[in-house]
Antibody, heavy 117, light 107 residues
Framework: EVQLVESGGGLIQPGGSLRLSCAAS????????MSWVRQAPGKGLEWVSV???????YYGDSVKGRFTISRDSSKNTLYLQMNSLRAEDTAVYYC???????????WGQGTLVTVSS | EIVMTQSPATLSVSPGERATLSCRAS??????LAWYQQKPGQAPRLLIY???TRATGIPARFSGSGSGTEFTLTISSLQSEDFAVYYC?????????FGGGTKVEIK
């Protein structure tokens, strides 16, 4: 069964750092493009970052320079390192797998990140 | 950045009726358009990609149409489990962008 399980969310003070993990099962993360998508409380969806199967990475303007996406093929896990966190980064963060195009055919259950003092 | 605009924001429909949701792109996205369904407390679920191709396991009452800048998601006969928020997403250009969502509620 194809599954994505996120972890690592929590309450963090502004300016702090957090690392999210996404453990995949049923398929290899290294063979698929993978992204993080977030959703602020009561709001819509925002794409955050992509890790292409070939190794390239891209970021949305709102997180560029602060967030880093990476993967560990041996653990079949995707990561999102989040630094210099701001209140506006508060959201549920979803790990997603890309389909044959850059749409998202598999979603994790999400992990909540709350940035507050 | 391509801006996706969904209308209406809220759609009140009776069970068994037809629902028509719209999504407009600020520039052409060809057929690189997906639709998702999200229920409260759950992750979104892929319904449609390529503007009109149903994802695996999606019932035939869901259909997508359109190309370029105008797209439609139609639910032919609303079932109780279809009341949810629906998002469109373009994947023609980076950054990938979503519409603001349409909430389909029980009339």
């Amino acid at each position: 069964e194809v599954q994505l399980v996120e972890s690592g969310g929590g309450l963090i003070q502004p300016g702090g750092s957090l690392r999210l993990s996404c453990a995949a099962s049923g398929f290899p993360v290294s063979g698929n493009d993978m992204s993080w998508v977030r959703q602020a409380p009561g709001k819509g969806l925002e794409w955050v970052s992509v890790f292409y199967s070939g190794g390239s990475t891209y970021y949305g303007d709102s997180v560029k320079g602060r967030f880093t996406i990476s993967r560990d093929s041996s653990k079949n896990t995707l990561y999102l390192q989040m630094n210099s966190l701001r209140a506006e980064d508060t959201a549920v963060y979803y790990c997603v797998r890309h389909g044959s195009g850059s749409y998202f055919d598999c979603w994790g259950q999400g992990t909540l990140v709350t940035v507050s003092s | 950045e391509i801006v996706m605009t969904q209308s209406p924001a809220t759609l009140s429909v009776s069970p068994g009726e037809r629902a028509t949701l719209s999504c407009r792109a600020s520039q052409s996205v060809s057929s690189n358009l997906a639709w998702y369904q999200q229920k409260p407390g759950q992750a979104p679920r892929l319904l449609i990609y390529g503007a009109s191709t149903r994802a695996t396991g999606i019932p035939a009452r869901f259909s997508g149409s359109g190309s370029g800048t105008e797209f439609t998601l139609t639910i032919s006969s609303l079932q109780s489990e279809d009341f949810a928020v629906y998002y469109c997403q373009q994947y023609y250009n980076w950054p990938l962008t979503f519409g603001g969502g349409t909430k389909v509620e029980i009339k």
